[in-house]
């Protein structure tokens, strides 16, 4: 079990360019979450996927971010035309199916700094 | 709609000292309660979660906390820190039911600095 993985850790970016990141979760976790998390703040929710269908998402989350979970394994949180407000830390959580289904295991995020 | 209450921004203590962090939440459905820990430039890491039971729960590095559902609350304490305690520190909660909302909510987090 090797916890799950985010990539990259850190990205700095000019506004208004595009940016993606990788999650991959725990092996034979179906659920998968991303947050979002601003400097003195806790993690906000931003979208939930089990398996590959994406079943909710946060207010949080406008029309430039899209998540994708195409094979219900990694995931991809893609930002498009980046702003300055877009600057946080961007966290990966997994959790199985059942059997420890309300626990979520946490990456180690990937830091945003747009320009 | 849930929220997640932490009254203390900053706790600073010296080493050796007990510590307690507290937690208040706010919800109109049965919750699970978590805290995790957050250091440096890295992600989160559960110390303990309360699911059902026992109200006390003991976690990793010596911490423990107490579910009080009148109070709605969920206190983290250790009895004594270590300089390497020093870190962020989230509670949270979700929804009981599955069919509920899945994601987590988070309190605004509490900075525990242990000085020698």
């Known amino acids: 079990d090797t916890g799950v993985s985010q990539n990259p850790r850190h990205k700095i970016t000019k506004r208004g360019q595009n940016v993606t990141f990788r999650c991959d979760p725990i092996s034979e976790h179906n659920r998968l979450y991303w947050y979002r998390q601003t400097l003195g703040q806790g993690p906000e929710f931003l979208t939930y996927f089990q398996n590959e269908a994406q079943l909710e998402k946060s207010r949080l989350l406008s029309d430039r971010f899209s998540a994708e979970r195409p094979k219900g394994s990694f995931s991809t949180l893609e930002i498009q035309r980046t702003e300055q407000g877009d600057s946080a830390m961007y966290l990966c959580a997994s959790s199985p199916q059942s059997g420890g289904r309300e626990t979520q295991y946490f990456g180690p995020g990937t830091r945003l700094l747009v320009l | 709609a849930q929220s997640v209450t932490q009254l203390d921004s900053q706790v600073p203590v010296f080493e050796e000292a007990p510590v307690e962090l507290r937690c208040n939440y706010s919800s109109s459905v049965s919750v699970y309660l978590f805290w995790y820990v957050q250091y440096p430039n890295q992600g989160l890491q559960l110390l303990l979660k309360?699911?059902?039971?026992?109200?006390l729960v003991k976690g990793i590095n010596g911490f423990e906390a107490e579910f009080n559902k009148s109070q709605t609350s969920f206190h983290l304490r250790k009895p004594s820190v270590h300089i390497s305690d020093t870190a962020e520190y989230f509670c949270a909660v979700s929804d009981v039911q599955d069919t509920g909302r899945r994601a987590l909510t988070f309190g605004s987090g509490t900075r525990l600095q242990v000085q020698p």
């Open positions: 309360y699911l059902s039971g026992s109200t």
